[in-house]
């Protein structure tokens, strides 16, 4: 496995996040509102862009921030939000 594929894999499918056959990602979204969980997407990918300038590895917390931004316009674009 590349280091590309390493970082890809940390940004789009992290095992600490996996609980069984669940993400933790998917739990929150069915435990919160929708505008709760807009929420939660909103302030994951601004979290990263703020540490990013004291994190070793800055490009993967950028690509981080992106996949929070990237599920919430999917979200937003299947409510016919944007």
């Known amino acids: 496995m590349t280091s590309y594929e390493i ?3 940390m940004v789009n499918n992290p095992e600490h996040y996996t ?3 669940i ?3 998917d739990a929150l979204q069915s435990m ?3 505008e709760e969980f807009i929420g939660f997407l909103r ?3 601004f979290k990263y862009h703020w540490r990013l300038r004291n994190k070793d590895n800055p490009i993967q917390d950028l690509e981080k921030a992106k996949w929070y931004d990237e599920r919430l316009e999917k979200l ?3 409510k016919g939000k944007l």
């Open 7 to 9: 970082r890809a894999d």
């Open 19 to 21: 609980n069984g056959n």
């Open 23 to 25: 993400e933790c990602i």
């Open 32 to 34: 919160l509102t929708e």
């Open 43 to 45: 302030g994951n990918s």
């Open 76 to 78: 937003l674009k299947e």
